[in-house]
């Protein structure tokens, strides 16, 4: 068949055809950092203003704790050759992960 794609290239790619909208179960084990509500309400108090007290809270590592971020649940992910790709909807990152693509199951 012929077609303006150069060789090897089908038009069926990802970066081409873009992927297929699907919903996954997924669980997020992602280390994320995490400042506590006690925290940052601490740091507000001490600074005359919220914008001082947030660039304290990113300049001192300290105060900032790493968790597992622990989201489990449904989310839309876009499906494309057996992998899906998706945005944790608690933490942000974005992750890919193996799927079986008739059913947009997990397959880690
Ligand atoms: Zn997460």
Redesign the pocket.
Known sequence: MLSNYPPGVTGNEYAIAGGRDIEVEYE?S?E?KMVTLHTALDLVQKSPTIELAMQELVAQSEVVDRTV?G?KGIVDAEEFDNTAVLT?P??G?EREIPVYPETGENSE
Do not use: E, I, K, S
């Open positions: 997020c992602y994320a971020c989201f944790c608690w933490c990152v």
